[in-house]
């Protein structure tokens, strides 16, 4: 059974810093990109960030550039999301998510509760 078990989400005042991590199991991951996306209230899902196999190549949303970083860990199934310069209007549902090479999202977290205060 395929997991994607988010953690490290909560309450952080504008500027401040989190670490969400996701560790993936029951397959093998190295064709997937492992990557998150976030839902604000009655917004739609958005990509935020994506790292592909082997980590060197990572994508972002515009919004995140250059604030927050991904990063995974390959031996231990796992990826992070380290969000540092946060904003209110970074406050979200996070979700992880593992897209196969088709370039579908076949895999989702439970999601984890960002909330950013000004």
């Known amino acids: 059974q395929v997991q994607l078990v988010e953690s490290g989400g909560g309450l952080v005042q504008a500027g401040g810093s989190l670490r969400l991590s996701c560790a993936a199991s029951?397959?093998?991951?190295?064709?997937?990109?492992l990557g998150w996306f976030r839902q604000a209230p009655g917004k739609e899902r958005v990509f935020v960030a994506g790292?592909?196999?082997?980590?060197?190549?990572?994508t972002y949303a515009d919004s995140v550039k250059g604030r927050f970083t991904i990063s995974r860990d390959n031996a231990k199934n796992t990826v992070y999301l380290q969000m540092n310069s946060l904003k209110p209007e970074d406050t979200a549902v996070y979700y992880c998510a593992a897209t196969g090479v088709t370039g579908r999202t076949e895999y989702w977290g439970q999601g984890t509760q960002v909330t950013v205060s000004s």
């Open positions: 029951g397959r093998t991951f190295s064709p997937y990109t």
């Open positions: 790292a592909r196999w082997s980590g060197a190549t990572t």
